[in-house]
């Protein structure tokens, strides 16, 4: 059996073959030959190799190994590799998952077949799965692990350290780095670093060192929120308190990471004029590929109707100076185009906290004048072209030339600061309305101005050529 190419990982292509010969003729040589591979290329060469030799791939690896690999498969391959297995079997590989990895793990399988892993796992294991399961995948508390350090703030620096070496060596630890310090009720009470604890003088308290202005989140908080506070404080993780301020669990570096990429694609693919696909654009089926892009297509294709509703509206016109077609484009795609830069850069001030719903009025302040500005260059250059081309006399626009560059001159300064502005404002209204501004995607917006547009250019014609060519 061959293997799945996969061009953008040569490791795992180059691996794949031979590690499919061990699978048959020496399967316990695995684990050793690939010992020294970071978990995530294991896991490059699992979904390298055909998907009926995954699970075996995974049984000749040492248990704790499997895990590892595990954490770093896509989530379709790990659903159905955990599908395929026994209750028990995959209840021997979870557990020695992070809690977290372990949580999202289960939480992809079918509510029976995880039930069935969760009877299998140590008690201890199964009541901290059942309650990090318990929260929304998308919180802190979705994203946290239970495997932290913490220490009571009573104890000196050498019984801090010693109880750091014990966590340590009783297993995985994801947040080796960062000590809490916690009160007999587990109330988090300081935070210092792994190396603040190594340098602090023998004798002393280790709550004399640690920092007891801690940045925390409760379980509830939106993993946006999570990432933003990451940034705003560099920190490598959050510590996820309930309302007694006791200590549940931590966000890591690693986690946030993820989400912010998870984040950033969903913007993208909702900017772009779309809805946000759960999956990897390679993993999704031609179904979801259409309808994740018809509904966003078809509420465009109706709304363009308007603008043709509109330009029918002026036909008459249009017949009278049919010069006045010409610029029809350039007004619809500037309008479109000022509007959408506007979008883009409200929706990412938002993302990054920078802009808040009650600055709705400063954002206006901002845009207009900004969309006057750039009106009056575009309108500068579409006067230049004109009066350039009558000049010489690459097109004769008659002798009414002067009037109807002011005309295009005017509308473009007109229809490039409402398209910013509509497109400022169309963010913090969909907001308010409880959507997410991302929806406000640039083919949206470039609709909502195109009709204005026309209307704009139009009425101008009317007033400057009124008695001319109207």
Do not use: C
Request: proline share 4%.
């Amino acid at each position: 059996m061959t293997p799945r190419a996969n061009e953008d990982r040569p490791l795992a292509a180059l691996i794949a073959p031979d590690l499919l010969e061990l699978l048959e003729e020496h399967p316990e040589s695995i684990g050793p030959q690939t010992e020294e591979m970071h978990p995530a290329d294991l896991a490059d060469v699992a979904e390298a190799l055909p998907e009926d030799q995954v699970r075996a791939f995974l049984a000749a690896l040492p248990r704790e190994r499997a895990a590892e690999v595990m954490e770093y498969l896509n989530e379709d391959l790990r659903t159905q590799v955990l599908e395929a297995l026994s209750a028990q079997e995959a209840a021997e590989i979870v557990a020695e998952m992070t809690p977290d990895e372990r949580a999202d793990a289960l939480e992809e399988l079918d509510e029976e077949t995880a039930d069935e892993i969760l009877q299998e796992l140590e008690p201890e294991d199964k009541a901290a799965t059942e309650r990090l399961l318990q929260y929304d995948p998308y919180t802190a508390g979705g994203l946290m692990t239970t495997e932290f350090v913490s220490v009571e703030e009573t104890l000196t620096v050498e019984e801090s350290l010693r109880a750091v070496r014990a966590m340590a060596r009783a297993g995985r630890r994801e947040a080796m780095y960062t000590i809490y310090t916690t009160d007999l009720n587990g109330r988090l009470r300081g935070v210092l670093s792994l190396r603040e604890l190594l340098a602090a003088p023998e004798g002393s308290r280790i709550s004399e060192h640690a920092w007891t202005d801690v940045v925390s989140v409760a379980p509830d908080t939106a993993q946006e929120a999570v990432s933003q506070l990451t940034s705003n404080y560099d920190l490598v993780a959050v510590p996820v308190v309930d309302l007694d301020h006791r200590l549940l669990g931590v966000v890591t570096v690693d986690d946030v990471i993820d989400v912010i990429q998870e984040e950033q694609t969903e913007d993208a693919q909702k900017f772009g004029g779309m809805e946000a696909l759960e999956e990897p654009y390679m993993q999704i089926s031609l179904w979801q590929n259409v309808r994740k892009r018809a509904g966003w297509l078809s509420v465009l294709a109706i709304s363009e109707m308007f603008t043709a509703s509109a330009m029918a509206h002026y036909q008459t016109d249009i017949d009278r100076a049919t010069m006045l077609a010409q610029f029809v484009p350039l007004i619809i795609s500037s309008g479109g185009n000022s509007g959408s830069q506007a979008t883009s850069l409200i929706i990412r001030a938002m993302a990054l906290g920078e802009v808040h719903l009650r600055d709705w009025w400063r954002i206006v302040l901002r845009e207009l004048p900004a969309g006057l500005a750039l009106g009056v260059i575009l309108g500068l250059l579409a006067v230049g072209r004109i009066l350039t081309w009558q000049e010489l006399g690459l097109y004769d626009y008659g002798a009414h030339h002067l009037l109807i560059a002011l005309t295009v001159g005017v509308s473009l300064v007109g229809i490039v600061a409402f398209g910013s502005l509509t497109g400022s404002m169309l963010p913090f209204i969909l907001r308010r309305l409880g959507f997410d501004p991302a929806s406000a995607s640039a083919p949206f917006v470039a609709t909502l101005v195109d009709v204005a547009g026309i209307s704009i250019y139009f009425s101008v014609a009317y007033m400057v050529l009124s008695g001319t060519l109207l």
